[in-house]
């Protein structure tokens, strides 16, 4: 899904209701316009982006409404938007629509039992996170994933902001990656992100003992249109990422968020928590009192 956004995956269910009103199917139409019935498939599950004069031949050989087309044209000229920023970074096919989503996004929801979520985290945490993950990211790479993570960042500022709910095992705030230096000023990132408005930080303390997620970190991804662009999920490991469209398995990992954020502390007390565990990393070493 290297070209997946909202826009892109609107344009691909407009494109299949038009094709299923006609009844006709994705092979039968793939071949009046000269393609395949995979292309077909991955156009309108927003795989792949449709070119300009496929979209006007489709849409022509669906007998689409004039307005209709404009409309399609639209969203495909829309699915483009912000793509190219991205294409300097040289990020793997399995991130790439992650971030093209969190373009979209009106809300994240994260859960992340080991380290500190990546919206949050700052320079020297996101680059100890990345040169420890050879299997990820090349060593030659590094710098561009790095400063890619802190550019994620820009849609928690600004006059629209990405609204995020991180809940975050206490274990992630513990293990000091960087060492104590840069866990200081992590936890004082955490500190003051969690005063602002659109950012909720709940932590999960160790006492609390098994939880819903124990297994693994998982995203979900909100758009402003449930109905035309429903939520995704997303959750990486050691080798990459994976997103998550299927509407049950969504649902699942809502419920499980839903299911962590109860044993968590509320956001006042989680507050108090990261200037508890701040404390201690500026007892330890950290020179950022």
Not at 159 to 179: F, K, N, Q, T
Not at 223 to 252: C, E, K, N, Q, R
């Given at each position: 899904m290297a070209g997946s956004s909202a826009p892109l995956r609107r344009l691909g269910a407009e494109l299949r209701r038009l094709r299923e009103a006609t009844g006709r199917t994705q092979t039968d139409v793939g071949a009046a316009i000269g393609r395949t019935h995979t292309t077909l498939v991955n156009w309108e599950r927003g795989k792949t982006k449709i070119s300009k004069s496929d979209l006007v031949c489709l849409l022509a050989e669906l007998r689409a409404p004039v307005d209709v087309r404009k409309g399609l044209e639209q969203l495909r000229d829309e699915s483009g938007r912000g793509a190219g920023q991205w294409?300097?970074?040289?990020?793997?096919?399995?991130?790439?629509?992650?971030?093209?989503?969190?373009?979209?996004?009106?809300?994240?929801?994260?859960?992340?039992?080991?380290?500190?979520?990546?919206?949050l985290q700052i320079e020297e945490y996101a680059r100890a996170t990345h040169v420890t993950a050879p299997y990820v990211v090349a060593p030659n790479a590094v710098d561009k994933w790095v400063t890619a993570r802190l550019q994620r960042q820009q849609r928690l500022i600004g006059?629209?902001?990405?609204?995020?709910?991180?809940?975050?095992?206490?274990?992630?705030?513990?293990?000091?990656?960087?060492?104590?230096?840069?866990?200081?000023?992590?936890?004082?990132?955490?500190?003051?992100?969690?005063?602002?408005?659109?950012?909720?930080?709940?932590?999960?303390?160790?006492?609390?003992?098994?939880?819903?997620g124990i297994a693994s970190n998982f995203t979900v991804l909100?758009?402003?249109?449930?109905?035309?662009?429903?939520?995704?999920?997303?959750?990486?490991?050691?080798?990459?990422?994976?997103?998550?469209?299927?509407?049950?398995?969504?649902?699942?990992?809502?419920?499980m968020l839903d299911d962590l954020r109860e044993p968590a502390l509320d956001a006042a007390e989680s507050t108090e928590m990261l200037a508890a565990i701040l404390d201690g990393y500026r007892r330890k070493g950290g020179d950022h009192a």
């Open positions: 294409a300097v970074y040289g990020l793997p096919d399995w991130l790439r629509p992650l971030v093209s989503f969190e373009e979209d996004a009106v809300a994240v929801a994260a859960f992340e039992p080991v380290v500190v979520p990546g919206l006059p629209d902001p990405l609204r995020l709910h991180a809940v975050i095992c206490e274990a992630a705030l513990r293990l000091e990656v960087g060492g104590p230096d840069v866990m200081t000023a992590q936890l004082e990132r955490l500190v003051a992100a969690a005063s602002a408005e659109n950012i909720t930080i709940q932590v999960l303390p160790a006492t609390r003992g098994q939880h819903a909100h758009f402003a249109d449930a109905t035309a662009d429903p939520p995704l999920g997303y959750f990486d490991g050691p080798l990459g990422g994976h997103l998550i469209s299927d509407a049950g398995d969504v649902a699942s990992m809502v419920n």
